[in-house]
């Protein structure tokens, strides 16, 4: 009688300690997330640069918020206006929650694209994203940091010239931890799921 | 003003040549155009029908309002963002070929007077047998996912 008792009582503790592994597992990472996790792949979030108000800012400036990285340039007609209109939809469906949310627009052309262009470029999309610019160097740095290329194409005689660039998007936590990675293939509905769980995660400001 | 003017007119002009020819077989619908700020090109795009027995080729286009009107392409193969320059776009007979948001569009460049939003812009589209297409397109704000919602077309 005591012995199968004794079973019994460990059999529903392990069950019990299961469970709450379980459900430390999920809190730890282990998220049902539905784009690329990138969580321990890719480096936190750091930079040094100009932000649209031509204020200096860095990484950590941004601590507290879920940040959308995406590289461009506001003389790309056609497929950085795409992608900002799509994340503009994307944080219309957040709703409120957007506010602890933040894309952050990192030029690629930091020849033409200064504060005050990259202001009125990012306005133009959506309150939530802010332009960053600022010394070549410093955006080759951060362009290296996430394995993202861009390439200055030809002059095309007039002073106009196009710039090749990576098309993803780069999500971090509220940490600055590198969690996702988001490109033209994913759905905007995963976009906007995978937000709703990070931006349920990790200490708000 | 009189030299926009001018440009009017000399716009005006390129549409009253739209005539027969290939054009006169082409439809076009959902023409907008992206306002961006300042001077920066825009992106403009339509979706052109073709109700001929034979194809047809899109190969320039001009506006009366931006100096310069560019047929290009983006993709996003392989992860980079490209834009391309293309010569032409076919449109298959009794086929479609749509001009949309990251795939063929036209680079508006130089514009004479900044483009409001709720403007109709007209666009002249040439096609490889010499006739053309005066089409309005609208200008939508910058951050329109699709617009092409809404359509203007003017056969000649």
């Given at each position: 009688m005591k012995p199968r008792r004794l079973v019994?009582?460990?059999?529903?503790?392990?069950?019990?300690?299961?469970?709450?592994?379980?459900a430390a597992c999920q809190r730890g990472g282990e998220l049902p997330w539905k784009l690329t996790n990138v969580s321990g792949?890719?480096?936190?979030?750091?930079?040094k640069l100009v932000d649209d108000r031509g204020k200096p800012v860095t990484g950590a400036d941004y601590r507290g918020k879920v940040v959308l990285m995406y590289f461009g340039y506001t003389h790309c007609p056609d497929v950085c206006p795409l992608t900002l209109a799509q994340l503009h939809v994307v944080m219309q469906r957040l709703g409120p929650l957007a506010d602890d949310a933040r894309i952050l627009f990192v030029s690629v052309d930091p020849a033409r694209d200064t504060p005050d262009v990259m202001h009125a470029y990012v306005n133009a999309f959506d309150p939530h994203a802010v332009g960053l610019s600022g010394e070549p160097?410093?955006?080759?740095?951060?362009?290296?940091?996430y394995r993202s290329a861009y390439t200055r194409e030809p002059d095309k005689g007039d002073g106009q010239y196009e710039v090749s660039h990576s098309s993803a998007i780069y999500i971090f936590d509220r940490d600055g931890k590198a969690r996702l990675l988001s490109t033209a293939a994913d759905a905007q509905d995963d976009l906007v799921h995978d937000l709703h769980l990070l931006l349920d995660i990790g200490a708000k400001p | 003003m009189s030299a926009r003017f001018a440009v009017l007119l000399l716009g005006l002009l390129c549409a009253g040549t739209a005539m027969a020819g290939d054009a006169a077989q082409v439809a076009a619908s959902h023409a907008w155009i992206r306002v961006m700020p300042g001077a920066l090109p825009a992106g403009g795009y339509v979706v052109l029908e073709n109700h001929g027995d034979h194809a047809v080729s899109?190969?320039?286009?001009?506006?009366?309002?931006?100096?310069?009107?560019?047929?290009?392409?983006?993709?996003?193969?392989?992860?980079?963002?490209?834009?391309?320059?293309?010569?032409?776009?076919?449109?298959p007979a009794h086929g479609k070929a749509a001009l949309s948001p990251g795939g063929y569009h036209l680079m508006l460049m130089k514009a004479g007077a900044p483009v409001k939003v709720g403007d109709k812009v007209r666009i002249v589209l040439q096609f490889t047998d010499g006739s053309a297409l005066a089409v309005d397109f609208e200008a939508k704000p910058a951050n329109t996912v699709d617009g092409g919602d809404t359509s203007e077309m003017h056969h000649h």
């Open positions: 019994r009582a460990l059999l529903l503790l392990s069950l019990l300690l299961g469970s709450l592994l379980l792949h890719m480096p936190d979030l750091d930079f160097r410093a955006l080759e740095a951060l362009s290296k940091r | 899109l190969n320039a286009a001009s506006s009366p309002v931006y100096a310069d009107v560019m047929l290009h392409k983006s993709s996003t193969d392989t992860g980079m963002g490209r834009m391309e320059k293309v010569d032409m776009l076919a449109i």
